[in-house]
């Protein structure tokens, strides 16, 4: 939403900002992580700011990176100081676009609406709720309906705001859906996969004199029963996040304690130097719940159900938020409708359809992506098969008849004994999965290269001389349980 507001403002429109929390704007970054936003429970939890954001912020509004930057947001520079297996660490084109941003989302908020309210034509409006759509009068030439306002409920009591397009910006759990239904609209399509996973967090500050651990390998790690990430943020701040079954309510509920939390923190050697006496906790363990990946579709057939009214972000297309593609995936879509708004002149059908044309390009390989990741990790949860070597690979039907080789079985240990290896020791292929890992790339471009595949059959062939990978934490549940 802010990300729109900031977008559409510098375009000239005249854009009126709803935001149902009421919160007065944070003088600081520190004090933006207290800010009390019940509407918004995942700010006190592990973000990632990928290449995408941080580019599209570099092209499309370079004063707003600039600030970042300024209030404490760092760099990562991945290919700055690559790993030493690599056969050739020289730098490449290309290298300066492989750059993320260390940042917690309440500071990203902060900086994001400070700058918004300085944008000529935005005008912010806080304890603001929206309780639902006003449609315009239904012409009888078989258009769409057409979204005229919304109503609303705010300091002075109910009312309703006009506008020539309603943005729905209201994340996972957006009510758009709802409203439509309720004037008249068919409801939009829908698809929904749930991830399976709760997730934990907690956040740190290193304490003075201390420095960051230098990185020695990837801050990420799955063990099947539990995956971990550590995420560095801004002011000398990261956050320690880990994520179980939704079904396993034992460890879940054990992880909730702090000082169980951090027990298992200190079983996972990746964690352990960013904790080991150069840390101090500043927030409890926060628990996140119904984590899903959802689909919103609004052109059916290749017609708007709606018009006037418009879903962006996660209210259009969520994903399973321990991807970390939800902010960069938003204010990609925000800077995608400024455009298309410019393309359609005007016109309420065509940006519509402009709006969905987009949306199908950008948005919807990543979703597609990330139901098939988390398809493939409940599957192993299950212990009913390994895990598919790519999220980009359909299911393939096995056929009948003993001499049928299923491709997927082969692909899998490419995958594992290929592919995987090869990011530690080709500068190719740690290129390609920094660019897909960052959304520069699409989701199918790891297994539509044919330098990455030609990289990935040599490290197959040369498997067995792959060094040991060091074990991530406890090698199953039990073990977990019985250190903690």
């Known amino acids: 939403g802010l990300t729109t507001a900031l977008a559409l403002g510098r375009a000239g429109h005249e854009v009126v900002l709803l935001e149902r929390d009421a919160t007065p704007m944070p003088s600081d970054a520190h004090e933006a992580f207290r800010w009390q936003r019940r509407g918004a429970p995942q700010v006190r939890h ?32 991945f290919c700055a100081d690559p790993p030493d297996t690599l056969t050739d660490r020289d730098p490449r084109p290309g290298d300066d676009q492989l750059v993320a941003l260390a940042c917690r989302r309440t500071t990203f908020e902060w900086v994001l ?37 919304v109503r609303i409920d705010g300091p002075e009591g109910d009312g309703v705001l006009t506008a020539d397009l309603v943005v729905d910006a209201g994340g996972p759990r957006s009510a758009g859906r709802d409203w439509l239904v309720d004037i008249g609209v068919a409801a939009p399509p829908e698809d929904i996969f749930e991830s399976g ?33 550590v995420f560095p943020g801004d002011n000398r701040t990261f956050s320690i996040t880990l994520a179980v079954g939704a079904d396993d309510r034992e460890l879940r509920a054990r992880l909730a304690e ?9 079983a996972l050697p990746a964690a352990v130097p960013w904790r080991d006496g150069c840390s101090t906790p500043i927030t409890g363990v926060e628990l996140m719940a119904g984590l899903r990946n959802r689909r919103r579709t609004f052109v059916v057939d290749g017609a708007p159900i709606v018009t006037g009214f418009v879903a962006l972000g996660d209210a259009a297309i969520c994903t399973n938020p321990l991807y970390g593609r939800g902010c960069s995936l938003a204010v990609v879509h925000a800077f995608g409708l400024a455009d298309a708004l410019a393309d359609s002149e005007g016109d309420p059908v065509a940006l519509a359809l ?55 079985a082969w692909a899998r240990e490419l995958f594992r004994e290929g592919l995987l290896p090869a990011i530690r020791t080709s500068p190719i292929v740690f290129r390609a999965f920094l660019r897909w890992f960052n959304l520069l790339a699409t989701p199918d471009a790891l297994v539509q290269d044919g330098e990455v595949i030609m990289a990935a059959l040599e490290s197959y062939q040369n498997r067995e001389h792959h060094p040991v990978d060091p074990i991530p934490g406890p090698p199953d549940r039990d073990a977990l349980l019985a250190l903690l």
């Open 46 to 77: 592990s973000h990632a700011l990928l290449a995408r954001l941080r580019n599209t912020l570099a092209d499309r509004a370079p004063d707003v990176l600039a600030e970042l930057l300024a209030e404490g947001a760092t760099e990562i520079a």
């Open 258 to 266: 702090p000082d169980v939390f951090e027990r298992a923190v200190g």
């Open 197 to 229: 996973i709760v997730y934990l967090s907690r956040f740190y500050e290193l304490v003075d004199g201390a420095e960051p651990p230098e990185v020695q390998g990837p801050l990420v790690g799955e063990l099947g029963y539990l995956k971990f990430a």
């Open 113 to 149: 609406r400070r700058e918004a309210l300085a944008t000529p034509g935005v005008d912010l409006r806080d304890g603001v709720a929206v309780l639902g759509l006003l449609a315009a009068a239904q012409e009888a030439d078989g258009r769409a309906p057409h979204v005229r306002g």
């Open 354 to 408: 402009s709006l969905h044309d987009f949306t199908r390009r950008e948005l919807d390989p990543w979703y597609r992506a990330a139901v098939q990741q988390d398809r493939e990790s409940q599957e192993v949860h299950a212990g009913a098969s390994e895990p598919s070597p790519t999220p980009f690979l359909d299911d393939v039907a096995a056929a009948e008849g003993d001499d049928y080789v299923d491709p997927r």
